[in-house]
């Protein structure tokens, strides 16, 4: 029983309390069917017994110790007794077998919660997302990309979205890769368990990527996917042009921007707002009032943000007769922003035009109710992240 002691410690019997035990294709209470784990079949009382034949709803399997190594032997012998020995009916295959891996987490046999991983997808026993989540952080923190891109690509075919929490543990394991081979076939792998999808994975890959402060590795993956004539959409370039314009690169910004249009790829109002509000923060009017046009031109109104955005940017220039005017073009089909309205006041008053600057203030402070604030510009991010995320 060595392999046991070393595997598997005592799991304690409280842990085994929460749901009723069903099998993942009868429905049924653990007494009332079989479980196969391994090429071994847990029969109605727990008993092991020997190689499984074919049980209904359930496929069999062959065990082959060629297959597989000692330890990973020894690793499903050990929850194959804690199914077997698990008295408690109430509790289902699925969570004896989720507590298993995250204990394994727990104490530090990575490699062994990963391989149960692999094995269970397998066998059709698939695990919920939060368990690859805890095994993705434990291997992060253990600083393993070799184990941490095989865990991945399992999450990846097991069917289950990644969530924010699994991105963001593939920018934490990029910060901690020196090696840019490594990253990229990385990517090469998530392109081939992808392939035929939408690139909503890669997208959200660059995007958390660069949020955490890698815009090379960002677009390193890019250029990559570029070079690879890999699946792109306009969500990508979307992300891309994002990253270099909040890089103050607006020469590559403006280039991505030509080639996605080039390659087929129709700009959206996303598109133009993003270019219209990096163009705005780094001073570059006249891009800003060309990118407005071409918008205007494609059949896209200006929206809050984009108005808000062009008022902004005529003031700084020093241009307040236009930001005068598009902010009065604003209160036509927008209830205008606070900030828009701080904007032209603070404008009026560089200029010298105290009056105006007062009535426009006053008119601000009557219309306090109606003025667009923090939370509708949260709202309106928000509504454009989701845009993403279906995009």
Not at 258 to 263: A, E, G, P, Q, T
Request: glycine share 6%; charged share 25%.
């Amino acid at each position: 029983m060595s392999w046991l002691r070393r595997v598997c410690r005592p799991l304690p019997r409280t842990l085994f309390s929460r749901s009723r035990l069903r099998h993942p294709y009868s429905g049924g209470l653990r007494g009332n069917c079989a479980l196969i784990v391994g090429g071994f079949l847990i029969g109605n009382r727990g008993r092991r017994s020997g190689f499984a034949p074919r049980v209904s709803g359930f496929p069999s399997v062959s065990y082959s110790t060629g297959s597989v190594s000692v330890e990973q032997e020894n690793v499903i012998k050990a929850l194959e007794l804690v199914i077997s020995t698990e008295k408690d009916e109430s509790i289902s295959v699925k969570e004896i077998c989720t507590i298993y891996i995250e204990k394994l987490c727990r104490s530090g046999n990575l490699s062994r919660a990963a391989y149960l991983l692999r094995h269970l997808h397998s066998r059709d026993i698939n695990v919920c997302l939060n368990t690859y989540n805890i095994l993705l952080t434990a291997i992060v923190e253990s600083n393993n990309f070799s184990l941490f891109s095989e865990v991945f690509k399992s999450l990846l075919i097991s069917n289950l979205p990644p969530d924010i929490t699994s991105y963001n543990k593939v920018a934490e394991a990029f910060q901690k890769v020196a090696d840019s081979d490594l990253v990229v076939n990385f990517i090469k792998d998530v392109c081939d368990n992808t392939f035929g999808k939408d690139p909503t994975v890669i997208n959200r890959i660059i995007f958390v990527t660069a949020k955490f402060g890698q815009i090379d590795k960002s677009l390193m993956i890019f250029k990559m996917l570029k070079n690879l004539d890999s699946k792109l959409d306009t969500v990508t370039f979307n992300t891309v042009l994002a990253i270099l314009g909040k890089a103050g690169r607006i020469n590559e910004m403006m280039a991505e921007f030509m080639v996605m249009k080039d390659l087929g790829h129709i700009p959206d109002m996303i598109t133009y707002s993003t270019l219209i509000n990096c163009l705005r923060r780094l001073g570059r009017l006249d891009l800003c009032k060309t990118i407005a046009n071409e918008m205007l031109e494609q059949g896209f109104e200006k929206d809050l943000l984009t108005y808000t955005a062009l008022v902004d940017a005529y003031g700084r220039a020093g241009h307040v007769e236009d930001a005068l005017g598009t902010f009065e073009e604003m209160k036509k089909s927008q209830h205008p922003s606070v900030y828009a309205y701080r904007s032209v006041i603070s404008d009026l008053k560089r200029a010298g035009k105290f009056e105006l600057a007062q009535r426009i203030s006053a008119e601000m402070n009557s219309s306090t109710t109606k003025l667009a604030g923090p939370k509708d510009f949260k709202r309106k991010r928000k509504s454009r992240w989701k845009i993403k995320q279906v995009g």
